[in-house]
C-alpha cells in the first residue's frame, strides 16, 4: 500500500482501529497534560500543604519513577504484550492521580507522584508501541498527526485547566481529572484492542532488571540535584555517580550472559537504533534548556510576567507537532535521513536566532527562535522513533521504544546539570558566589549567564546534523507478522 492510498478515513478514528487509537490518544493525554499541568499550581499547593523547599520533588521524583521503569516495561511488553502493560501502567497513574490529590503533606504527595511516574513510564512507550504494531510504516505518516494533536491541545489546555482549578475549585482537582479520562481509556482497550502472544515460558531477567534500575537511578539523581542540593564535586555527587556506574557496567556483563536480557547488547550496535537514540538524547537537552530558561530570560531580563513567558514558551511546543504532524510526509518521499536533518537544520537556525536576543529585544524576538526550534525538534524526534520501530520486529519493539524514551528522559536530566552548571558558574562569576535561584539575579547579571546557555544550545544543536547524517535514508521495514 502506497502512501497515496492511506487515507485518514482507512487510519483515523472512525476507522475500524480508531477506537484502539483513541484509546491511545487519551492515555497518551494523561502523560502530557500532567507534563504542563501542574507547574501552574505550585504555589497554591505549597500555600496548602507548605513544604517550599521539597517542591522540585514534585518534578524530580516523578521524572526519576518514569524514566527508570521505561526499559522494564518495554521488555516486559515483549514478553506478554502490550495490552496487560498498558492496563498496569494506566492503573499506576490514575492510582497515583487520586492519592495525589488525597495528599495530607508535601511528603506524601511527593511519594504518591512517584506512583504516579512509575505509570507514566509504562503509559507513554506502550502508547507509541501500539501504534508501531497495528499501523505500517506508510500508516503511521498519518497516524502521527492525531498522536501530535495531543501534545499540541495539552501545551494549551493543561496551563489554562490548572489556572481555572486552582482559581475557583481546589489544586486537588487537577489529579482528580485524570481519573475519568484514564478510565475511559482503560474500557476501550480492554473492549477494543485485541493482541495475538504467543505463550510460553520466559526467564525474567531480575538481575538485569534490578542493576539497571539502580544505575539509572543513581545517575539521575546525581544528575538532576548535583549542583542544587549538593555541589558536584561533593562526597554525595561523588558516592552516587561512582555506584551508579559501576552498576550500569555490572548490568552490562549480566547483559551479555542473560538468556533474555531487560535491554539485549544489540540495540546499542545496530545503525538506526543509535541515531534514533542519539536524537532522543539531544532533543531531550535541547527540549529542558528551552523549558527552563526561556521563561526565565522573559520575566527576568525582558521584564514580562509569568504569563507572557509561558506563552515564549508555547511557541516551542506549537511548533514541535506542527512538524510531527507532517513529518511523514517528509520520511515517505525524501527519506529519514533527510528529514532528521531538515530538523537539525531548523533546530541550528532557531538556536542561532536566540543568540542576539538581548533585554531591548520583544518578546517575539524570544517566540520566535522557539518556534523554529520546535519545528526541528518535530522533524527529528517522531521520525527517529518510527524509523527505530520500524526496524525490528513485535518481539523487539517494546524494547526499542522504551530505550529511545529513556534516552530522551537522560537528556533532560543532562540538560538540568549542564545548562544550569553554566547559568550558575557565570552568575558566580559575576557576584563571587552562587545565587540561590536565578530568578533573584539582577537582569545585568541573568542576561550574560542566559546567553551563554543559548551559546551552548547552539552548539549542541549542530550535533543533530552529525546524527541526522547517521540515520540511514530508507528503511526496511520488518515483517509485522514476523
Known amino acids: 500500500m502506497t502512501s497515496t492510498e492511506i487515507t485518514r478515513a482507512s487510519v483515523g478514528l472512525r476507522s475500524e482501529r480508531g477506537p484502539v487509537l483513541l484509546a491511545v490518544m487519551l492515555s497518551i493525554g494523561l502523560v502530557a497534560i500532567d507534563a504542563t499541568i501542574l507547574a501552574t499550581a505550585v504555589p497554591a499547593i505549597v500555600g496548602d500543604l507548605g513544604g517550599f523547599t521539597q517542591f522540585p520533588w514534585l518534578f524530580s521524583a516523578y521524572l526519576l519513577a518514569q524514566a527508570v521503569s521505561v526499559p522494564m516495561y518495554g521488555k516486559v511488553a515483549d514478553l506478554i504484550g502490550r495490552k496487560p502493560v498498558m492496563l498496569v501502567g494506566i492503573a499506576l497513574f490514575l492510582s497515583g492521580s487520586l492519592m495525589c490529590g488525597l495528599a495530607w503533606s508535601m511528603t506524601s504527595l511527593i511519594v504518591f507522584r512517584v506512583v504516579q511516574g512509575l505509570g507514566a513510564g509504562a503509559v507513554q512507550p506502550m502508547g507509541m508501541t501500539i501504534v508501531g504494531d497495528i499501523y505500517s510504516l506508510a500508516e503511521r505518516a498519518k497516524v502521527q498527526g492525531y498522536i501530535a494533536s495531543v501534545w499540541a491541545i495539552s501545551s494549551v489546555v493543561g496551563p489554562t485547566l490548572g489556572g481555572v482549578f486552582v482559581d475557583y475549585f481546589s489544586w486537588r482537582w487537577i489529579f482528580f481529572v485524570n481519573l475519568p479520562i484514564g478510565a475511559l481509556a ?233 545548562f544550569g552548571a553554566i547559568a550558575n558558574g557565570v552568575v558566580r562569576e559575576q557576584l563571587g558566589h552562587s545565587a540561590a535561584g536565578l530568578e533573584h539575579v539582577a537582569s545585568g547579571v541573568l542576561e550574560p549567564a542566559l546567553h551563554d546557555v543559548f551559546l551552548a544550545s547552539a552548539g549542541l544543536a549542530v550535533s543533530l546534523l552529525l546524527i541526522g547524517a547517521l540515520m540511514p535514508n530508507r528503511i526496511v521495514e520488518h515483517d509485522p507478522s514476523a
Not at 251 to 264: D, G, I, S, Y
Open 186 to 418: 482503560a474500557l476501550v482497550l480492554v473492549r477494543r484492542f485485541h493482541e495475538d502472544v504467543e505463550r510460553r515460558s520466559h526467564r525474567i531477567d531480575y538481575l538485569g532488571a534490578g542493576l539497571l534500575a539502580t544505575g539509572g537511578t543513581l545517575l539521575l539523581l546525581g544528575l538532576l540535584e548535583g549542583g542544587q542540593r549538593w555541589a558536584w564535586d561533593s562526597g554525595t555527587s561523588v558516592l552516587l555517580f561512582t555506584l551508579g556506574l559501576v552498576s550500569l557496567v555490572l548490568f552490562a556483563l549480566v547483559e551479555r550472559r542473560a538468556a533474555e536480557p531487560v535491554l539485549p547488547l544489540w540495540v546499542m550496535g545496530n545503525r538506526t537504533l543509535i541515531a534514533a537514540n542519539l536524537a532522543a538524547l539531544v532533543v531531550g537537552v535541547l527540549t529542558l534548556g528551552l523549558t527552563s530558561y526561556v521563561p526565565v530570560f522573559a520575566q527576568g531580563v525582558l521584564g514580562h510576567g509569568a504569563i507572557v513567558g509561558g506563552l515564549a514558551l508555547a511557541a516551542m511546543t506549537i511548533g514541535w507537532p506542527i512538524a510531527a504532524s507532517i513529518s511523514g510526509r517528509f520520511y515517505l518521499t525524501i527519506g529519514f535521513r533527510l528529514t532528521l536533518l531538515m530538523g537539525g537544520a531548523f533546530a541550528v537556525a532557531g538556536a542561532a536566532l536566540l543568540l542576539p536576543v538581548d533585554a531591548s529585544s520583544s518578546v517575539w524576538a524570544l517566540a520566535g527562535p522557539c518556534f523554529v526550534m520546535g519545528l526541528g525538534f518535530g522533524f527529528v524526534a517522531s521520525p527517529a522513533v518510527i524509523a527505530a520501530q520500524s526496524t525490528v520486529s513485535w518481539q523487539h519493539r517494546g524494547v526499542v521504544t522504551g530505550t529511545n524514551m529513556f534516552a530522551r528522559s537522560l537528556g533532560s536530566a543532562l540538560g538540568v546539570a549542564a
